[in-house]
């Protein structure tokens, strides 16, 4: 079935420095959503992007965080600068209408 | 997918009772996430569990690793508690499986 992928899926940065995190949706998809997973917790959402805009976002998408799909090209997360709370498993997903369809996450550690 | 079964597809309630969903799985699962679909398509946790049960207001869900199956239930359902609900389930190796979901649809 159609993948989602995520660049790269692990990540290890210091703390206040900025991080990208990449995400390759299925090339027809509209709309792009990002999810937070802190280790043995649950996932949570975090923003929701559509039409070059951000259509929805959670408490937990701090002011640090921004999102873009520039020219169609990778859906990225991005936080700048880090904390160590932002370590956990970021899931990228797409969805043309109502299947959302999620990347294998990637995993990122701040020291 | 393949790793999880969800059922049913599709369920419809009238005011006030009630009903379960499930999950079951096709393999050992280390932990279960149950899901609501909101109005601009997120995914939004309702319950998070590693085993046993956990209850919110008028939402239960149990999770049996062992015994390979997730519930949701469901009592005096409301109409605001329609739309999609969607598991999910991590295994040893941390990957993740979703459920094809269930439609709810409340009815007076």
């Known amino acids: 079935g159609p993948k989602v992928l995520q660049i790269p899926s692990h990540q290890i940065i210091d703390m206040g420095q900025m991080v990208t995190l990449n995400c390759d949706p299925v090339?027809?998809?509209?709309?792009f959503y990002w999810y937070k997973q802190i280790l043995g917790q649950q996932m949570e959402f975090l923003v929701n992007?559509?039409?070059?805009?951000?259509?929805?976002k959670s408490k937990l998408f701090k002011d640090q965080f921004s999102v873009e799909r520039p020219d169609g090209s990778y859906f990225t997360l991005k936080i700048q600068p880090t904390a160590l709370e932002d370590s956990a498993v970021y899931f990228c997903a797409s969805s043309l209408d109502d299947t959302q369809y999620f990347g294998p996450g990637t995993r990122l550690l701040v020291l | 997918g393949d790793q999880v079964e969800q059922s049913p597809s599709a369920l419809s309630l009238h005011e006030g009772t009630g009903s379960a969903l499930r999950c079951n799985f096709t393999?050992?699962?280390?932990?279960v996430q149950w899901f609501r679909k909101n109005s601009r398509g997120s995914l939004i946790n309702l319950f998070y569990l590693a085993s046993g049960t956990k209850e919110n207001g008028r939402l239960k869900s149990a999770f049996d690793s062992k015994e390979r199956y997730s519930t949701l239930h469901i009592r005096d359902a409301q109409l605001e508690d329609s739309g999609t609900y969607f598991c999910?389930?991590?295994?040893?190796?941390?990957?993740?499986?979703f459920g094809d979901g269930t439609q709810l649809v409340v009815k007076p």
């Open positions: 992007f559509y039409n070059g805009k951000v259509m929805e």
């Open positions: 090339s027809n998809h509209l709309y």
């Open positions: 393999t050992t699962m280390r932990a």
């Open positions: 999910a389930a991590w295994n040893s190796n941390n990957r993740i499986f």
